[in-house]
T-cell receptor
Framework: GQQLNQSPQSMFIQEGEDVSMNCTSS?????WLWYKQDPGEGPVLLIA?????ELTSNGRLTAQFGITRKDSFLNISASIPSDVGIYFC???????????FGKGTKLTVNP | EPEVTQTPSHQVTQMGQEVILRCVPI?????FYWYRQILGQKVEFLVS????????KSEIFDDQFSVERPDGSNFTLKIRSTKLEDSAMYFC??????????FGSGTQLSVL
């Protein structure tokens, strides 16, 4: 079935550092979404990508939809303590309404 | 800002009991979903609902599960006879066009 391989599994960084995480798949996706989840809460949408090669920013966050349509990355610049959480990539394939989620990247930011 | 609301936030039930999880999607959205997340694992798709019918479901969504939109605002997930392995956080989501999904805060279901 469709699987998204998300890496790294966890990251420990200092406040102010930049962060990069990515998702890859052996399957093609038409839409890539990046979500952040805080403990006990639902995923919150950060960025949505709809076209291969698309690069989209949301404040300090930047995400790209890979040219092959099989990968996406998320960058966070100048991290702050409130960036702590689990970041999930999610993809949607043509003809399907479901989102396939990656296993998440747990981010810890040390002040 | 409009949001998806879910009730209850926590539900504890005995194995074999029926539970109904409730959701109020964002008011002008047309697509509705249920996902679940077992502790420490990734979010998994259960079912999507559009135009008053199920449009897609996963293998997890067996005959014990059902969904309903009983009125113009609520969207419910019913588990007929709960099993231990149904314990998870259940998330409702909605979308206006089937692309960007907005999630609720979830219902933590514990089956004892």
């Amino acid at each position: 079935g469709q699987q998204l391989n998300q890496s790294p599994q966890s990251m420990f960084i200092q406040e102010g550092e930049d962060v990069s995480m990515n998702c890859t798949s052996s399957s093609i996706f038409n839409t890539w979404l990046w979500y952040k989840q805080d403990p006990g809460e639902g995923p919150v949408l950060l960025i949505a990508l709809y076209k291969a090669g698309e690069l989209t920013s949301n404040g300090r966050l930047t995400a790209q939809f890979g040219i092959t349509r099989k990968d996406s990355f998320l960058n966070i610049s100048a991290s702050i303590p409130s960036d702590v959480g689990i970041y999930f990539c999610a993809g949607q394939q043509g003809g399907s309404e479901k989102l396939v989620f990656g296993k998440g990247t747990k981010l810890t930011v040390n002040p | 800002e409009p949001e998806v609301t879910q009730t209850p936030s926590h539900q504890v039930t005995q194995m074999g009991q029926e539970v109904i999880l409730r959701c109020v999607p964002i008011s002008n959205h047309l697509y509705f979903y249920w996902y679940r997340q077992i502790l420490g694992q990734k979010v998994e798709f259960l079912v999507s609902f559009y135009n008053n019918e199920i449009s897609e479901k996963s293998e997890i969504f067996d005959d014990q599960f059902s969904v309903e939109r009983p009125d113009g605002s609520n969207f419910t997930l019913k588990i007929r006879s709960t099993k231990l392995e149904d314990s998870a956080m259940y998330f409702c989501a909605s979308s206006s066009q089937g692309e960007k999904l907005f999630f609720g805060s979830g219902t933590q279901l514990s089956v004892l």
